[in-house]
T-cell receptor, first 114, second 114 residues
Framework: NAGVTQTPKFRVLKTGQSMTLLCAQD?????MYWYRQDPGMGLRLIHY???????AKGEVPDGYNVSRLKKQNFLLGLESAAPSQTSVYFC?????????????FGPGTRLTVL | AQSVTQLDSHVSVSEGTPVLLRCNYS??????LFWYVQHPNKGLQLLLK??????LVKGINGFEAEFKKSETSFHLTKPSAHMSDAAEYFC????????????FGTGTRLKVLA
């Protein structure tokens, strides 16, 4: 049981390049999330998904796109990378029940845009 | 609307002395509240969670937190700090409706002095 995994762990891009970050979970969770972490700002929600085939914008969605074609995978795309997108990206997934909604986090992807 | 405020961005304690990390929240509904810890260059680990079952919540590694509705607080404490507790700590609020999104505080960096 691997939990939440992220690919790649590190990446360096040049301005204008594109890339896709992959998140996979093996816990059969319905909900999945993408966050970015910047110093002094905590984690901010980029996009999220409440089920296969559905996505929605979070707090900071500009410059990113997502897809959830399979329940276990949630992809985050950068079509034209900018230096402002240099950050650490975390994926999370969660189950929901009547009184709890704990999220489980991946190990993160450190992205540098030059 | 929900929000969370971590009152201290940095806290320093001596090894063996108590730890207090402060968190205040705002929520329109009955919230779920969480504390996560992040060691340098690592992912997020759940310390403890409040889900309305009991106001005093015990977590891993000797940490605990008390939910005080009248004060809208969820402060994290530990009786005796250990060097391995040095890390960044995040308070998180989430509602139990709709998208179950997390709202992160900006983090408190705990330094433990020998």
């Amino acid at each position: 049981n691997a939990g939440v995994t992220q690919t790649p762990k590190f990446r360096v891009l040049k301005t204008g390049q594109s890339m896709t970050l992959l998140c996979a979970q093996d816990m059969n969770h319905e909900y999945m999330y993408w966050y970015r972490q910047d110093p002094g700002m905590g984690l901010r929600l980029i996009h999220y998904s409440v089920g296969e085939g559905t996505t929605a914008k979070g707090e900071v969605p500009d410059g990113y796109n997502v897809s959830r074609l399979k329940k276990q995978n949630f992809l985050l795309g950068l079509e034209s990378a900018a230096p402002s997108q240099t950050s650490v990206y975390f994926c999370a997934s969660s189950y929901t029940s009547g009184n709890t909604n704990e999220q489980f986090f991946g190990p993160g992807t450190r992205l540098t845009v030059l | 609307a929900q929000s969370v405020t971590q009152l201290d961005s940095h806290v320093s304690v001596s090894e063996g002395t108590p730890v207090l990390l402060r968190c205040n929240y705002s929520s329109s509904y009955s919230p779920s509240l969480f504390w996560y810890v992040q060691h340098p260059n690592k992912g997020l680990q759940l310390l403890l969670k409040y889900t309305s079952a009991a106001t005093l919540v015990k977590g891993i590694n000797g940490f605990e937190a008390e939910f005080k509705k009248s004060e809208t607080s969820f402060h994290l404490t530990k009786p005796s700090a250990h060097m391995s507790d040095a890390a960044e700590y995040f308070c998180v609020v989430s509602d139990l409706r709709g998208t179950y999104k997390y709202i992160f505080g900006t983090g408190t960096r705990l330094k433990v002095l020998a």
